[in-house]
């Protein structure tokens, strides 16, 4: 985009301040960030911000806060453990059957909680030739890899033709069957996911996945959802990122409008992360109770097609777990206690077998006041 309030991408503290997303006497607390972090915002998403609003939820994402600075106990600079993954350079094999390859280390915005944020930036660099050619090797040599996983940076910030090149090569790989590319470039720069970007993407006889980050219902614009169907019109298969975020969708409202917006641009919902512990990203952690509290709100009112998985990420490379919240629990004579998306406890005799041990013992079950169904528990 290159029309409208902001005609070019923001780079530096003072472009913060003359696009007007920040008051001048913040100035000094913006360059005591970019001196530690990377900073940058595209038009597209500078535009959705309204300006004088402190709380605006795209300017949450990628204005720069002193909070930044600040460093909790628990904050990793390698929040997830890539590092402890990597047999090679840019490639981290952390599940049997799946690896990451980081193809660059740039990103067309950068995200004020990125998990990867002592990692990324300008002055990082792309995988280089001989080690994109090492991680291609790892791959040929290890027959259980099923899918390669494009992620950085944004993956999608190459050329596309260096993302041809990539693609082809992969493709070559007889046993690896998905291609798999993270980016948030359909929200951040939709112009740039060409449909020649899109044609690239995929690979002679592989399934091609593009995960989609974005966290606010208002990122997904006319143009971004344009960008998603040019994605799926080529033929990739979409699944949508997002963090959960405070003050940016930690309530149900905008969390349901956002998978719904998903859904509507060809998106199918697929994780909802709970916040990394990456360094000076504490101000935008929501605890886990919350996080369950707020897909059992998505759960009642959404479909299983637009209701995304609640994931954590292990700190220290143990990889994901699905957070909750529980829906089912051992109950009393043999049966299970099953809740129901209004919150309503249901009895259900596993005919088959014994209870799994699928949860603590049950608390007392809840009876909705307007329920009387011969199944609902008394
Ligand atoms: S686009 Fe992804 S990698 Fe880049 S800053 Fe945002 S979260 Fe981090």
Request: glycine residues 8%; charged residues 25%; hydrophobic residues 40%.
């Amino acid at each position: 985009m290159t029309s409208g309030r902001h005609p070019r991408r923001l780079t530096t503290p003072d472009d913060f301040v003359g696009a007007g997303l920040v008051g001048r006497d913040r100035l000094e607390e913006l360059e005591a960030v970019a001196e530690r972090y990377a900073i940058g915002l595209t038009p597209a998403l500078a535009e959705l911000i309204e300006p004088g609003d402190p709380e605006d939820p795209i300017a949450r994402q990628f204005v720069p806060d002193a909070r930044e600075l600040i460093r909790d106990p628990a904050e990793r600079d390698d929040p997830i453990g890539d590092d402890a993954m990597s047999p090679i350079k840019g490639l981290v094999h952390r599940y049997p059957d799946r690896v990451l390859i980081k193809l660059v280390a740039v990103c067309a915005v950068y995200c004020r909680f990125c998990f990867r944020r002592e990692r990324v930036g300008p002055g990082s660099g792309a995988l280089s030739g001989p080690d994109f050619a090492a991680a291609l090797e790892y791959v040929r040599e290890h027959p259980a890899i099923w899918e390669v996983i494009l992620t950085g940076g944004d993956p999608l910030t190459v050329s596309p033709r260096r993302i041809a090149e990539v693609t082809e090569a992969l493709a070559a790989i007889d046993h690896l069957k998905a291609l798999r590319w993270h980016t948030r470039l359909p929200v951040a720069a939709p112009e740039r996911v060409t449909t020649a970007v899109a044609r690239a993407l995929i690979g002679e006889g592989k399934t091609t996945v593009v995960a989609v980050h974005a966290n606010h219902p208002r990122e997904l614009t006319d143009s971004a959802r344009a960008a998603c169907r040019r994605l799926a019109a080529e033929g990739a298969m979409l699944v949508s990122q997002s963090v959960l975020l405070k003050g940016v969708n930690d309530d149900p409202e905008t969390l349901i409008d956002l998978m719904r917006a998903f859904v509507e641009a060809r998106v199918k919902p697929y994780y909802l992360h709970h916040g990394d512990l990456a360094p000076g990203t504490a101000h935008w952690r929501v605890p886990i109770a919350r996080g369950q509290e707020l897909m059992r709100a998505m759960r009642a009112r959404l479909s299983g097609l637009a209701t995304p998985t609640y994931m954590l990420d292990i700190p220290g490379g143990h990889g994901k777990a699905p957070i909750g919240p529980q829906w089912i629990r051992c109950g009393e004579n043999g049966k299970h206690v099953v809740t129901d998306p209004r919150g309503i406890d249901h009895a259900y005799v596993d005919s088959l077998g014994r209870p799994a041990n699928v949860g603590p013992s049950p608390s007392p079950p809840q009876q909705h006041p307007e329920q009387s169904g011969a199944d609902e528990l008394q």
